[in-house]
């Protein structure tokens, strides 16, 4: 059974880190990018990082270096290391899989992150 299932999430002060890991289960990530969403109540999922299987990575505009993404293939699993949080990365983060040839595309269930005083 494919699965991902984030895990690291929950309650930080502004300026605090958080590192989130999705373990995937049922395929081997190696041969897809791996991706960080997120989805802020009333808005739209938006990107936050992105890393390829052959480790290139890119970032949403809004990380500005504060976060970063990798992947242990081993453990078949990605991590994103969260730091200098702010309230407005309050959000759900969702790990999704992506695989373009065949194509495939995998999402886990969410991760609650709460950045607040």
């Known amino acids: 059974q494919v699965q991902l299932v984030e895990s690291g999430g929950g309650l930080v002060q502004p300026g605090g880190s958080l590192r989130l890991s999705c373990s995937a289960s049922?395929?081997?990530?190696?041969?897809?990018?791996m991706n960080w969403y997120r989805q802020a109540p009333g808005k739209e999922r938006e990107l936050v990082a992105t890393?390829?299987?052959?480790?290139?990575?890119h970032y949403g505009d809004f990380v500005k270096g504060r976060f970063t993404i990798s992947r242990d293939n081993r453990k078949n699993t990605v991590y994103l290391q969260m730091n200098s949080l702010k309230p407005e990365d309050t959000a759900v983060y969702y790990c999704?899989?992506?695989?373009?040839?065949?194509?495939?595309?995998?999402w886990g269930q969410g991760t609650q992150v709460t950045v607040s005083s």
């Open positions: 049922g395929f081997s990530i190696s041969t897809y990018a």
């Open positions: 999704k899989a992506e695989q373009s040839t065949p194509r495939r595309a995998y």
């Open positions: 890393i390829s299987y052959f480790l290139s990575t």
